[in-house]
Structures are given as C-alpha cells and as structure tokens.
C-alpha cells in the first residue's frame, strides 16, 4: 500500500515539473516523412515502479528537420521527452523544451545518462524479453510506431 502510494506521488512530482518548465511557445512546423527509428529499448522496472526510460537512435531522411514532442504507450499515463543533465555535480533531468529536432539527413540518439524518452505512470512492470508499443509524436502530428526491446534490469553488459 505505502509502496504504490509512494508511485503516485513520484508521478504528481513530474507531471508538475514537466508542466513547470513547459513553454507554450508554438515550435516551427517540420517534416516528419523521413523518419527511421533503430535499436529501440527499455529496461525491466521492479514491480511498483512510476516511471521507465525509453532509449533509441532517431534518423530523419528527410531534407527538413523533425521535432519530437512526445509519445504514446499502453503501458504508460504519458511519454514525454527528457534531457539528463549534470547540474553542480547532480544527475537531473527534465523535458526538452518546445521537443527535440532531429536534423534534417541527420540522426540523434537518446541514450542512458542523456536524451530519453520517459515512459510516465507506468500501467504494470515491465518484463525482461517482452516488446513494448511505443508511438513517437511530432510537432506537426505526424506519429511513428516502433516497440521498446525490454532488457535485464541494471544491465550494464546486455544479453
Ligand atoms: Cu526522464
């Protein structure tokens, strides 16, 4: 019981951050027709857990920057798209502002300790194996579909 409500709690925090450092500044339309998603994947989360990270490499083909603004999943309340940052010698992390463009004939990466997507409200734990859903949104309302490799929790070398 204490352990669940705790979740809750953890959630409430980040959705008030993300609401915080969220500018309403309309970004630029961009092209999305482009877009190649590779080595997508999360990791298995302990039961309880609120949040996971999702990490990929991003590709746009296409001769016009993309922005991603966020993304879907049955498994989570919301995705948003998050930065880590060392801030005096502290790991944190909040949303990238107005979404992150990937370069036109350009690729970005979201990795651990940096860019990633942050699976938010977490439905049931995540198991090692299983594929997850996963929907990237754009700016301009283009959606790509693509599924998160779930694997071994802290896994530092991955099999
Ligand atoms: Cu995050």
Redesign the pocket.
């Given at each position: 019981m204490t352990h669940s409500f705790r979740s809750a709690l953890l959630v409430v925090a980040?959705v008030a951050a993300a609401v915080g450092a969220c500018s309403p500044a309309p970004a630029p339309k961009s092209g999305t027709g482009g877009i190649v998603v590779a080595d997508a994947w999360t990791m298995a989360t302990p039961p309880g857990a609120a949040?996971a990270?999702g990490y990929m490499k991003i590709q746009n083909q296409a001769a016009a920057p993309a922005r991603l603004v966020g993304g879907l999943s049955p498994v989570a309340q919301s995705v948003?798209v998050?930065?880590?940052t060392m801030d005096g010698g502290v790991m944190q992390?909040?949303?990238v502002d107005g979404g992150l463009e990937i370069p036109a004939n350009g690729a970005v990466e979201l990795k651990p300790g940096g860019l990633?997507l942050?699976l938010i409200g977490l439905q049931r734990p995540l198991a090692e194996g299983e594929s997850v859903p996963i929907t990237l949104t754009f700016d301009d309302g283009t959606r790509v579909d693509t599924v998160l490799a779930v694997r071994a929790m802290g896994g530092g070398h991955g099999h």
């Amino acid at each position: 019981m204490t352990h669940s409500f705790r979740s809750a709690l953890l959630v409430v925090a980040f959705v008030a951050a993300a609401v915080g450092a969220c500018s309403p500044a309309p970004a630029p339309k961009s092209g999305t027709g482009g877009i190649v998603v590779a080595d997508a994947w999360t990791m298995a989360t302990p039961p309880g857990a609120a949040v996971a990270a999702g990490y990929m490499k991003i590709q746009n083909q296409a001769a016009a920057p993309a922005r991603l603004v966020g993304g879907l999943s049955p498994v989570a309340q919301s995705v948003e798209v998050h930065n880590m940052t060392m801030d005096g010698g502290v790991m944190q992390m909040r949303p990238v502002d107005g979404g992150l463009e990937i370069p036109a004939n350009g690729a970005v990466e979201l990795k651990p300790g940096g860019l990633h997507l942050m699976l938010i409200g977490l439905q049931r734990p995540l198991a090692e194996g299983e594929s997850v859903p996963i929907t990237l949104t754009f700016d301009d309302g283009t959606r790509v579909d693509t599924v998160l490799a779930v694997r071994a929790m802290g896994g530092g070398h991955g099999h």
